[in-house]
């Protein structure tokens, strides 16, 4: 069985709504439960299950705050999504390992999530502009 648009749109959505709200078990939540996680760049590497994703997920709420994503586009095919964003708000913590002190950020992003018959999300990856990051937190 293949999810319509409109159930990939809502099981995203959801995800991305408590990622929203700072909820690591809301988010992990909307995963299949041998989810493949990979955030490009994430210095540990992918992840695998639920709890493999969890300490991104915690270390992502600690880092960045006030939350704003507005998604650009959505391409869509047989049991996946791209979603192009672009997200706003402050890095109070460490993102990527900049320090944020509480600055102002934005940056796109893209997700490429493909999804189980249940519906949950079986696969996440997800690229950040790590450039606009950089440029936008100097250390000096």
């Known amino acids: 069985m293949t999810l319509t648009r409109m159930e990939m749109d809502r099981k995203l959505d959801e995800h991305f709504g ?13 995963l299949a439960p041998d989810v493949e996680h ?17 300490p991104f997920y915690e270390a992502l709420f600690a880092d960045l705050s006030e939350s704003r ?3 650009l586009r959505r391409l869509y095919g047989d049991g996946f999504v791209v979603d192009e964003s672009f997200w706003r708000g402050k890095a109070p913590g460490r993102p990527f390992g900049l320090e944020g002190r509480g600055r102002a950020l934005e940056f796109r992003l893209l997700h ?6 249940s519906g949950d999300i079986r696969r996440e990856n997800v690229w950040v502009d790590l450039a606009a990051i950089i440029q936008q937190l100097p250390q000096t």
Do not use: I, S, Y
């Open 112 to 117: 490429v999530v493909e999804f189980a018959e």
């Open 18 to 30: 408590f990622e929203k709200h700072d909820d690591v078990d809301g988010v992990l939540a909307t």
């Open 38 to 54: 990979d955030v490009v760049g994430w210095p540990p590497g992918p992840a695998r299950g639920r709890a493999g994703a969890r």
């Open 69 to 71: 994503v507005e998604c």
